[in-house]
């Protein structure tokens, strides 16, 4: 791996563990969402140090609303109140704020306020920030599949091309580098289109733990992975 791919160029989070971080604490587990919340910027700030262009956090799943309505309600609160706050920080570390996944489901004011926050740091040049948010990867492959029939594609010509312009992340690169917090080891419905080829990475820190020091040991196992996608290593032979 040259210098130049020792930093990932997209890389993507699972914020697993809120909730756990709270038990552990005897609190709500709403106190450990909104912790969480308060984890995303910093978090943010140090992949843009390190060089990182992209980065997609996995706020909210499409399997999520099947959590106790009190709870899915705490979250989508948590989503509308904090983007803002989130926003003005991103504005001020020219950090690019934007969204994939659909904001259908939650209230028109609650909608209002997402765009409004994207909009803000849309002149922004730096990393850019993607909050996942009622986001799964089989709806969204099955979107695309939608969104090329209404465009008459012809079956026989769909190649990976057309498919990865109709996906909600089109035009971001792919995801190099994927961390799970929590101790889990799964992909949960998560960019894997777009990981196919991702270093992955599983820590015990929960997220709202996660910190720097955090960013720093992801960073320095993905620079020691050689990654071949799908090639021999150098001077092997078949």
């Given at each position: 791996?040259?210098d130049?791919n020792?930093?990932?160029?997209?890389?993507?989070?699972?914020?697993?563990?809120?909730?756990?971080w709270?038990?552990?604490?005897?609190?709500?587990?709403t106190?450990?969402?909104?912790?969480?919340?308060?984890?995303?910027?910093?978090?943010?700030?140090?992949?843009a140090?390190?060089?990182?262009?992209?980065?997609t956090?996995?706020?909210f799943?499409?399997?999520n609303?099947?959590?106790p309505?009190?709870?899915?309600?705490?979250?989508l609160?948590?989503?509308?109140?904090?983007?803002e706050?989130?926003?003005r920080a991103?504005l001020r570390?020219?950090?690019?704020?934007?969204?994939?996944?659909?904001?259908?489901?939650?209230s028109?004011?609650?909608?209002?306020?997402?765009?409004?926050?994207?909009?803000m740091t849309?002149?922004?040049?730096?990393?850019?920030?993607?909050i996942a948010?009622?986001?799964?990867?089989?709806?969204?492959i099955?979107?695309?599949?939608?969104?090329?029939?209404?465009?008459?594609?012809?079956?026989?010509?769909?190649?990976?091309?057309q498919?990865?312009?109709?996906?909600?992340?089109?035009?971001?690169?792919?995801?190099?580098?994927?961390?799970?917090?929590?101790?889990?080891?799964?992909?949960s419905?998560?960019l894997?289109?777009?990981?196919?080829?991702?270093?992955?990475y599983?820590?015990?820190?929960?997220?709202?733990?996660?910190?720097?020091?955090?960013v720093?040991?992801?960073?320095?196992?993905?620079?020691?992975?050689?990654?071949?996608?799908?090639?021999?290593?150098d001077?092997?032979?078949?």
């Open positions: 791996m040259s130049a020792r930093v990932p160029r997209h890389a993507a989070i699972i914020m697993d563990g809120n909730g756990r709270a038990r552990k604490r005897g609190l709500p587990r106190v450990g969402h909104q912790r969480g919340g308060d984890r995303i910027h910093p978090v943010a700030l140090a992949c140090r390190k060089g990182i262009e992209y980065l956090l996995y706020a799943s499409t399997e609303w099947n959590r309505p009190s709870e899915v309600a705490a979250l609160h948590l989503l509308s109140t904090k983007m706050s989130v926003a991103c570390d020219n950090i690019r704020l934007t969204l994939v996944g659909s904001i259908d489901g939650l028109l004011e609650s909608q209002q306020k997402v765009k409004a926050a994207i909009d849309a002149g922004n040049n730096g990393l850019t920030l993607c948010f009622d986001y799964g990867t089989r709806r969204e099955a979107r695309a599949a939608e969104r090329l029939a209404s465009q008459g594609a012809v079956p026989a010509a769909i190649d990976e091309e498919v990865s312009a109709n996906l909600y992340t089109s035009g971001m690169p792919d995801v190099d580098l994927l961390i799970r917090c929590g101790g889990e080891i799964r992909l419905n998560f894997m289109w777009q990981a196919a080829y991702a270093e992955l599983f820590t015990e820190v929960l997220w709202p733990d996660f910190g720097d020091g955090d720093d040991e992801a960073l320095v196992e993905y620079a020691r992975r050689n990654r071949r996608f799908g090639a021999l290593p001077g092997a032979s078949s």
